[in-house]
């Protein structure tokens, strides 16, 4: 199997390729109003968004909140690259952020270097996301509101009945936990937050219910989750964690719910919202 730039950086489901970071920018557009809609920063200056990839989530906070710089830390060289070349093509943003490589486990800042924090799809990836927090929480001042929105993947339901999506999304999940990530954190953030000492920790469950209420956007997200899928498969295969005809099952199935005219789409992730003192 021919290697993608940054494959072998460090061990990561969705890997590093174009493809998949192209997804990204289209998942955090798909998801912006859901994920956005009870996120707050409007007394906040000095942003740490960790696991920023390739800067998707970035583009929109700083649209959204017209007064923050964004400090953004990867582990990744490959993404900061390409989040280099995303928001170095947007003029509107320059000098508001700054890209840095960073393991969240262990930030190069001081205490107090921050007033807010983002973090979206990035704990359900690492192995300590225990030791990220106790980490975000040193660099934030008293007051900083936390904003952390995580998968729940034990919610996902796809109808009419899929066996072969079924069979690639245990595998899915139990790669993930196999690779030191989880699943299934979302459910988990709120003992997570408690636990590191964070105040006011609060949670909300947010889902995608897709039907024949909104049929375009049940489609469109159809799609988009066939990519989600299928950008684990190359490490799937090359794990033995699943064959090829699996693979094409899920391909097949995929289509035909997404051309289904009573299909449903349901999934559910829980954002969580704490604060520093
Ligand atoms: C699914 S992507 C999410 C990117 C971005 N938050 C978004 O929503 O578009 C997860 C990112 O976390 C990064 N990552 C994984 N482990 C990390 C770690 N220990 N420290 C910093 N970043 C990490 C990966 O390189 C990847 O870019």
């Excluded at 920018?25 to 990839?53: C, M, N, P, W």
């Excluded at 840095?100 to 486990?105: N, P, W």
């Excluded at 929105?149 to 139990?174: C, G, H, I, K, Q």
Aim: glycine share 8%; hydrophobic share 40%; aromatic share 10%.
């Amino acid at each position: 199997m021919s290697e993608t730039p940054g494959t072998s950086e460090f061990p990561y489901l969705h890997g590093f390729s174009e493809i998949e970071q192209a997804r990204l920018v289209k998942q955090a557009q798909i998801a912006e109003t859901t994920i956005f809609h009870d996120i707050d920063y409007s007394g906040a200056q000095r942003l740490l968004e960790v696991g920023s990839g390739v800067g998707a989530q970035t583009e929109i906070l700083l649209r959204r909140f017209p007064q923050l710089h964004a400090t953004c830390v990867d582990l990744s060289q490959a993404q900061l690259q390409a989040a280099g070349r995303r928001l170095g093509a947007m003029p509107w943003l320059r000098d508001r952020y700054l890209l840095q490589q960073a393991d969240a486990t262990d930030l190069p800042f001081g205490p107090r270097s921050f007033d807010a924090a983002f973090l979206c799809w990035v704990l359900e990836h690492v192995p300590s996301p225990a030791r990220v927090l106790s980490e975000v929480r040193r660099v934030l001042s008293p007051g900083s509101p936390v904003y952390l929105t995580e998968v729940m993947n034990a919610s996902f339901l796809l109808d009419p009945y899929s066996p072969n999506v079924w069979r690639y999304w245990m595998a899915f999940n139990d790669f993930q936990i196999e690779s030191g990530g989880d699943p299934f954190i979302g459910a988990k953030l709120g003992n997570l937050l408690l636990a590191g000492g964070f105040r006011d920790v609060s949670t909300r469950i947010k889902t995608f219910h897709l039907d024949n209420r909104e049929p375009a956007r049940r489609k469109a997200m159809i799609g988009f989750w066939q990519e989600l899928l299928l950008s684990a498969a190359d490490q799937l295969l090359e794990a033995g964690k699943v064959g090829n005809e699996v693979v094409e099952g899920v391909r097949r199935e995929m289509h035909q719910v997404q051309n289904d005219p009573d299909a449903v789409f349901f999934y559910s992730f829980v954002q969580a919202r704490a604060i520093v003192y």
